[in-house]
């Protein structure tokens, strides 16, 4: 691997440490304010500065690791278990169903991302579960296209004849040959995606679509930021940096895969 790989494979173990104990990386309180020591600059005492409330930036940022993470990846994960049911149901169940479920997809991509995750967030209502799904939405039909791709492939490879030859059902071969071999590259748009989803529930939070205050995230955290740029740059640098190397490090590790699995598949 090279040093960005191997940079970005560390940052990305870094954040999900921090997300998974945060206290082990800061003990100060990051909703604890002081309006004594509002808009400090970074300082001994508070490494990367305070916000408008006096609360420490530094706690508020390994603090808002967790929901940043946990809205990208929560929802990867639904869009990837929506994308395998679709795409499996497409790719086996005959010329009909392959046509209304592609015609489907084609419809939901058709609207712009960032346009169909406010609408389905402003149905379901703010915070980090509604993101999730609305996200999920959005990223669903490329994950069902690349499931579809991958499982018209290989079923018509030799090993999943044998199978049918050796009596097994349809279920049985896609869930014992026809899944797990298609599982790299989806795995790889999963993690690739998983950058992205950073960023656009960065975005929703950044409009009050997303966790609500007082909870650290580093979206809302920009938000908060935007009144007092004339007076102090640190609240939203910090923040932006934080969305910024979080999402390069994942789409680094991302790229590898992509090339590892095309390597292996040429």
């Not at 929560?74 to 497409?90: F, P, Q, T």
């Not at 590898?256 to 292996?264: A, C, K, M, S």
């Amino acid at each position: 691997m090279t040093k960005s790989v191997w940079l970005g494979t560390a940052v990305l173990a870094l954040l999900v440490a921090m997300a998974a104990l945060p206290s082990l990386f800061t003990g100060a309180d990051p909703d604890a304010t002081d309006l004594n020591a509002t808009l400090r600059p970074p300082s001994a005492e508070h490494w990367l500065g305070t916000d408008q409330n006096g609360r420490d930036l530094y706690a508020r940022i390994v603090y808002g690791v967790r929901p940043s993470l946990l809205i990208g990846a929560g929802a990867v994960a639904l869009a990837l278990a929506g994308g395998v049911l679709i795409g499996v149901a497409a790719a086996q169940l005959g010329r009909v169903v392959d046509q209304v479920l592609s015609r489907s997809l084609d419809v939901v991509l058709s609207v712009p991302g960032l346009l169909l995750a406010f609408l389905v967030v402003a149905v379901l209502g703010p915070g980090a579960g509604p993101t999730c799904v609305g996200l999920a939405v959005v990223s669903l039909p490329v994950f069902a296209r690349v499931v579809r791709t991958e499982v018209i492939r290989i079923r018509v490879s030799q090993y999943v004849e044998a199978a049918h030859g050796f009596g097994l059902g349809r279920a049985q071969v896609v869930l014992r040959h026809v899944l797990p071999n298609a599982f790299g590259p989806v795995m790889a748009l999963a993690t690739v995606s998983l950058g992205a989803m950073i960023v656009a529930g960065s975005s929703l939070s950044f409009v009050g679509l997303g966790p609500q205050p007082p909870t650290a995230e580093w979206g809302a955290m920009l938000a908060e930021s935007r009144e007092f740029l004339a007076l102090a740059w640190w609240p939203a640098a910090f923040p932006g940096a934080a969305i910024t190397l979080a999402v390069l490090a994942v789409t680094v590790v991302g790229r590898h895969l992509q090339d590892r699995i095309e390597r292996r598949r040429a």
